[in-house]
């Protein structure tokens, strides 16, 4: 008899190597065995895919919305070389130009006329105009993750990287970047550029003791986000300064942060991570939203605390569903080291402007939404949970309960759970006991983001 229990997920995973939005979160690419594809973030829609055979992609950078690609070789079976750039026009369809390094390439950061590229231990910048040109290169501390960021805005000039030292953040500012061309009529008096400081004060500041793991900037370039190794804490910084301005807490336990994105506006920032969550944080003080805090905060004033108890914690959260809701295990011999697996907790957020689905009065008809794009092809649209309402407006639900059901139908959602330690007792419950608890006997407003949407992409268009 034979007693090993197989996979009965109905459909296969799409398998994803690398998704990402562009500076805008107006489109994303996704790589996936079969090639590259291009899609409309809102409503969701292919633009244009490309099959490329002899090899696969680690990742494809698109540049704002224009036709230009930057294509970087990865997996089993590299179609180009690791230590190359590829820079694709697709409305060519060809490669128009390559950047060759000595060694593999970690990470691409890109805005109108300029690449940045990561390398182990340096980052180097060009100018792209009408050709290719070396700008200058900055070294850092070791940086297997491509850790780089670069704001994207009209007349910003931020490009952050990881400083010489672990845990340390160095500012260069290139540049201003141009405004984008005017539609219609050109004005008889263009905008003045805002004033620029000639030196900036602050070219590095110390983020954590440990190694970083994310930093972002938002397109403006006035803050920045880093997060370390142990995966607790997101600080933001003011890049002008170099002050750190907030302090907020995705847990108790330890955790890979994926990625930070902030808001357009600057007001808020959703973290997600290795454990399948989404977090979004108010990152003004009149955003309308107040992050969740200890019940001792209150006593700070007067009785010194530990750190944990000053802690501010997510407002919102939202738990990505598991493709499959059963254990499966493959019959046989385990699969070879070399063989892609498919990671269901990685994904990529960004924010979006869309129609708010259940607009209340005095509110505006259109709100700040994340989309979620998850590695095995689930295309996630949340709302946040309203906070003027005693409770958050729950969304349609199938006969079956799943969320809802718009194109498709996502797997059940889990339930947020605490932080456990080895001995699994809560972290969270023994520190401050009742924190969620007395919330929602006070019959407080929800803290769930809302599915309003759920589809997929990389197979379900027809490709693949």
Same mark, same amino acid.
């Given at each position: 008899?034979?007693?090993?229990?197989?996979?009965?997920?109905?459909?296969?995973?799409?398998?994803?190597?690398?998704?990402?939005?562009?500076?805008?979160?107006?489109?994303?690419?996704?790589?996936?065995?079969?090639?590259?594809?291009?899609?409309?973030?809102?409503?969701?829609?292919?633009?244009?895919?490309?099959?490329?055979?002899?090899?696969?992609?680690?990742?494809?950078?698109?540049?704002?919305?224009?036709?230009?690609?930057?294509?970087?070789?990865?997996?089993?079976?590299?179609?180009?070389?690791?230590?190359?750039?590829?820079?694709?026009?697709?409305?060519?369809?060809?490669?128009?130009?390559?950047?060759?390094?000595?060694?593999?390439?970690?990470?691409?950061?890109?805005?109108?006329?300029?690449?940045?590229?990561?390398?182990?231990?340096?980052?180097?910048?060009?100018?792209?105009?009408?050709?290719?040109?070396?700008?200058?290169?900055?070294?850092?501390?070791?940086?297997?993750?491509?850790?780089?960021?670069?704001?994207?805005?009209?007349?910003?000039?931020?490009?952050?990287?990881?400083?010489?030292?672990?845990?340390?953040?160095?500012?260069?500012?290139?540049?201003?970047?141009?405004?984008?061309?005017?539609?219609?009529?050109?004005?008889?008096?263009?905008?003045?550029?805002?004033?620029?400081?000639?030196?900036?004060?602050?070219?590095?500041?110390?983020?954590?003791?440990?190694?970083?793991?994310?930093?972002?900037?938002?397109?403006?370039?006035?803050?920045?986000?880093?997060?370390?190794?142990?995966?607790?804490?997101?600080?933001?910084?003011?890049?002008?300064?170099?002050?750190?301005?907030?302090?907020?807490?995705?847990?108790?336990?330890?955790?890979?942060?994926?990625?930070?994105?902030?808001?357009?506006?600057?007001?808020?920032?959703?973290?997600?991570?290795?454990?399948?969550?989404?977090?979004?944080?108010?990152?003004?003080?009149?955003?309308?939203?107040?992050?969740?805090?200890?019940?001792?905060?209150?006593?700070?004033?007067?009785?010194?605390?530990?750190?944990?108890?000053?802690?501010?914690?997510?407002?919102?959260?939202?738990?990505?569903?598991?493709?499959?809701?059963?254990?499966?295990?493959?019959?046989?011999?385990?699969?070879?080291?070399?063989?892609?697996?498919?990671?269901?907790?990685?994904?990529?957020?960004?924010?979006?402007?869309?129609?708010? &689905?259940?607009?209340? !009065? +005095?509110? #505006?008809?259109? $709100?700040?939404? *994340?989309?979620?794009?998850?590695?095995? /092809?689930? @295309?996630?649209?949340?709302?946040?949970?309203?906070?003027?309402?005693?409770?958050?407006?729950?969304?349609?639900?199938?006969?079956?309960?799943?969320?809802?059901?718009?194109?498709?139908?996502?797997?059940?959602?889990?339930?947020?759970?605490?932080?456990?330690?080895?001995?699994?007792?809560?972290?969270?419950?023994?520190?401050?006991?009742?924190?969620?608890? &007395?919330?929602?006997? !006070? +019959?407080? #407003?929800?803290? $769930?983001?809302? *599915?309003?949407?759920?589809?997929?992409? /990389?197979? @379900?268009?027809?490709?693949?």
């Amino acid at each position: 008899m034979n007693l090993a229990r197989h996979s009965i997920s109905s459909t296969a995973p799409v398998l994803i190597f690398d998704a990402r939005f562009d500076s805008d979160c107006h489109i994303f690419t996704a790589a996936t065995p079969a090639g590259f594809a291009v899609y409309r973030t809102r409503p969701l829609q292919l633009l244009r895919k490309r099959e490329i055979t002899g090899g696969t992609l680690a990742a494809v950078v698109p540049l704002h919305t224009s036709s230009l690609l930057f294509l970087i070789g990865g997996g089993r079976s590299p179609r180009y070389p690791p230590n190359k750039v590829i820079l694709w026009d697709d409305a060519l369809g060809q490669e128009v130009a390559e950047l060759e390094f000595r060694e593999r390439v970690r990470g691409l950061a890109c805005r109108k006329g300029w690449l940045a590229v990561a390398l182990r231990r340096r980052v180097v910048v060009f100018e792209l105009g009408k050709g290719v040109s070396r700008y200058g290169e900055w070294d850092t501390c070791d940086n297997p993750r491509g850790l780089l960021a670069m704001a994207t805005a009209a007349y910003s000039t931020l490009l952050a990287i990881p400083g010489r030292q672990m845990g340390h953040v160095h500012l260069v500012h290139l540049p201003p970047c141009p405004p984008p061309e005017p539609l219609g009529p050109p004005m008889s008096a263009p905008p003045r550029p805002p004033a620029r400081p000639t030196k900036h004060p602050v070219s590095m500041f110390i983020a954590h003791e440990s190694a970083l793991t994310t930093l972002s900037v938002p397109s403006s370039g006035n803050l920045v986000a880093t997060t370390s190794s142990r995966g607790t804490l997101i600080r933001i910084w003011d890049s002008n300064t170099g002050k750190r301005v907030r302090e907020f807490r995705r847990g108790t336990d330890k955790a890979e942060i994926y990625g930070v994105a902030f808001r357009p506006d600057e007001r808020e920032v959703c973290v997600w991570s290795d454990k399948g969550t989404i977090h979004v944080f108010a990152l003004a003080d009149d955003s309308g939203s107040s992050n969740r805090q200890s019940t001792f905060s209150p006593l700070k004033p007067f009785v010194p605390l530990p750190k944990y108890f000053k802690s501010e914690w997510s407002y919102a959260q939202y738990r990505i569903p598991s493709q499959s809701a059963h254990i499966s295990m493959s019959a046989g011999p385990s699969k070879s080291p070399t063989a892609d697996v498919i990671d269901e907790e990685k994904c990529v957020v960004g924010w979006i402007q869309a129609p708010s &689905d259940d607009t209340l !009065e +005095g509110e #505006p008809p259109v $709100e700040h939404q *994340l989309v979620a794009l998850t590695y095995t /092809g689930g @295309w996630y649209r949340l709302s946040l949970p309203k906070t003027s309402a005693p409770s958050a407006i729950p969304p349609r639900t199938s006969a079956s309960g799943a969320g809802t059901v718009i194109s498709g139908s996502p797997p059940r959602p889990v339930p947020m759970s605490r932080p456990r330690s080895s001995s699994g007792s809560s972290f969270a419950g023994r520190l401050d006991k009742g924190k969620d608890v &007395d919330r929602e006997k !006070e +019959g407080g #407003p929800s803290h $769930e983001c809302i *599915l309003r949407e759920f589809r997929r992409f /990389g197979r @379900w268009d027809g490709w693949g």
